[in-house]
């Protein structure tokens, strides 16, 4: 009566200590389940959210866009939340680690061992054991880095976005331009191809009516079909700049994008300041550097750091079970419990420490070579910027007035030849040298806008 009651016990705690483990390993497996999946979940439907259309296409709404939707921004913001994480589990260790252990062992055969000439058994054969245990990292060099270098790091994920940021902006803010002069020269020639239609419209009626010969209204209808074949190859042209543009901001492909723009408002922001200096510490790349060359200093502080002492503290709390009969098992507990100071202290590690040392800080020497180097290619980047701006800002101040002459000359030819006095072939050299000063005008003004983005890149003036 006896043994079952034993055995009853024993069966009860043995089902109750499963189930306990159980529960606690299936709670933790939900837990981590559910966090799991609700970081999927947001990750899906991210994805799967459709991205929004803009109904008014400015330039500064085209950038906002692509610095909300373009994937790589996307990307380094998820680096950088990545890179917070990765903080956090590496200052985790400061805190302390809680541990338990469980272990149910059957002994086919109990180690015996001969003493005092007598064969002795070293054991039972049932064993049972559990630990709960707990360290404490007090100090060691991987902690004081983690806690040392963790802003720096967070700063380089975020110049990692900026400089992403800037790069989107600026190519964006290109590609808008190359869009408006494709739209403009489309609007050109539609203005045109009105024109010489009822140019040609006349110059018929002129040769049916017997006062003109057939040469006016086949020139007419020669300038009027190569229009309308440059207006059908610039409408295809847009389309696949259009496309660029969308792939750049992050705009669904197959969602409408109606460009806005004025381009009197776009002529008043050609100008800028051509006597400012290079300042090489507004531009992103050297803060980049700067911050890794402080990540590089705390990776020789970390080599240096070899010598010293590393120390934890460690605690235990062991329940024992032992019993020949299985049913009894649980019936007797002869724990045992410690607490213990490590001090782990390196003495000879081969020379490592000193080679470690060496490597940091050749490659600090070689960082500061680079911060040489970016300063010698922002000062070039500068100068080609500049000359490049200024040369598109002459051009584009004689694009200018050539259009303003080509539209008088047009107008006062149209009218002579209206009243007899011109041609009509003067007629079709003004038309042509009138469409060619309003196309070159409109590309220069695009080209010293995008040039101008280059020498404001250059600058470091590009913030986002």
């Known amino acids: 009566m006896s043994t079952r009651l034993h055995n009853g016990k024993m069966w009860t705690k043995l089902f109750l200590t499963a189930l306990s483990l159980l529960s606690l390993s299936g709670k933790t497996f939900s837990q981590t389940t559910q966090t799991t999946t609700a970081i999927q ?176 209204y086949k020139r007419v209808t020669i300038t009027l079909n190569n229009t309308m074949a440059t207006k059908a190859s610039n409408e295809e042209l847009l389309k696949a700049r259009l496309q660029a ?25 050609i100008a800028l300041d051509t006597t400012q200096k290079v300042e090489v510490q507004n531009r992103i790349e050297y803060q980049q550097l700067q911050t890794l060359k402080r990540l590089r200093e705390a990776d020789l502080n970390y080599s240096k750091w070899a010598y010293l002492p590393s120390v934890s503290l460690n605690g235990a709390y062991n329940l024992n079970f032992l019993n020949n009969s299985f049913g009894d098992l649980y ?53 080609q910027a500049l000359a490049t701006y200024k040369s598109n800002l002459t051009v584009f101040l004689s694009q200018k007035e050539n259009m303003e002459l080509a539209k008088e000359v047009y107008d006062l030819v149209q009218m002579q030849y209206r009243s007899g006095i011109k041609t009509y072939l003067e007629v079709i050299t003004a038309e042509t040298d009138l469409r060619s000063a309003r196309i070159n005008y409109y590309n220069t003004l695009y080209l010293l806008l995008s040039s101008k983005i280059d020498v404001q890149k250059s600058l470091g003036q590009l913030n986002y």
């Open 41 to 216: 979940g947001t990750s899906a439907e991210n994805l799967a959210a459709e991205s929004p259309t803009l109904d008014k296409a400015t330039l500064d709404n085209v950038i906002q866009y692509a610095l909300k939707h373009q994937p790589l921004i996307q990307q380094s913001v998820i680096d950088q939340r990545v890179v917070e994480n990765t903080i956090k589990s590496k200052l985790a260790d400061w805190y302390p680690q809680i541990n338990f252990n469980y272990n149910l062992q059957h002994n086919f055969a109990v180690q015996t061992s001969i003493i005092g000439g007598n064969p002795v058994k070293l054991g039972v054969d049932n064993t049972s054991a559990a630990q709960f245990s707990l360290t404490q990292s007090i100090f060691n060099r991987d902690l004081l880095l983690a806690n040392r270098s963790q802003n720096d790091v967070r700063q380089q994920a975020s110049q990692t976005i900026t400089n992403n940021k800037i790069a989107v902006a600026a190519n964006v803010a290109k590609a808008f331009y190359a869009v408006l002069s494709t739209k403009q020269q489309i609007s050109v020639a539609e203005g045109d191809i009105i024109r010489l239609k009822k140019s040609l419209k006349d110059a018929k009626s002129n040769y049916d009516a017997g006062t003109a010969d057939k040469i006016d």
């Open 331 to 383: 019936t007797r507990n002869y724990p045992n419990s410690f607490a213990n100071l490590t001090l782990a202290l390196p003495i000879f590690q081969g020379g490592k420490r000193k080679i470690n040392t060496n490597t940091a800080e050749w490659q600090i020497k070689r960082l500061n070579l680079d911060m040489v180097n970016l300063k010698n290619s922002v000062n070039n980047e500068y100068q």
């Open 245 to 269: 543009l969308k792939s750049l901001m992050g705009y669904p492909v197959d969602k409408p994008l109606e460009i806005t723009y004025e381009p009197t408002q776009m002529e008043n922001e």
